[in-house]
């Protein structure tokens, strides 16, 4: 049995694990994805339309995405699509979306993969942050600079744990 905030996972039917996806989880993808024809605001807005008991988009949570994509970094970019954007920028955009239904579990499949060392930089700092203010990060990674500034190290070698190690971070 595999329990989430103290509910039976493995007892779930389809469509209360896809609420557990979206309200409890935020996934961060190294390509991104983005959708091209959306704004930054827009692709930041995704998630709430697949909210349970939320008809509609309103100002409230508007007002949410945008303080997402302010803490970001991208406030001046609200209306700009992802073709107009930097990978830097595009990963962070993919961050506020993830994080627009407030979970508590972040899911960051090699977030830095395709950023130069700068905004690696960054977006490590924006992971750290969040981690502080209570956030689990569950990180994939092959770059072992990356993973050292993690609290904890797990390491899988053909699918099974072959290490861990801890940091003071």
Not at 76 to 93: A, F, I, K, W
Not at 95 to 101: D, E, G, K, S
Not at 110 to 131: C, F, H, Q, W, Y
Request: aromatic share 6%.
């Amino acid at each position: 049995k595999y329990f989430l905030a103290g509910q039976d996972v493995s007892t779930m039917d389809d469509d209360q694990l896809s609420w557990v996806r979206n309200e409890m989880i935020g996934f961060i993808f190294q390509s991104y994805n983005l959708i091209p024809q959306y704004t930054v605001l827009e692709n930041i807005e995704v998630p709430l339309h697949y909210r349970r008991g939320l008809t509609s988009i309103g100002s409230r949570e508007i007002n949410r995405c945008i303080d997402l994509a302010v803490q970001v970094g991208l406030g001046e970019r609200l209306d700009h699509r992802p073709y107009q954007l930097s990978g830097g920028q595009q990963q962070r955009v993919a961050i506020a979306r993830a994080l627009v239904n407030d979970p508590a579990i972040i899911l960051a499949d090699e977030p830095t993969g395709n950023l130069d060392s700068a905004t690696e930089v960054e977006i490590m700092e924006i992971l750290k942050r969040l981690n502080a203010e209570g956030r689990t990060i569950l990180m994939v990674t092959h770059d072992p600079e990356v993973a050292r500034q993690a609290k904890r190290q797990i390491v899988l070698k053909d699918g099974v744990i072959a290490g861990e190690e801890f940091f003071r971070n």
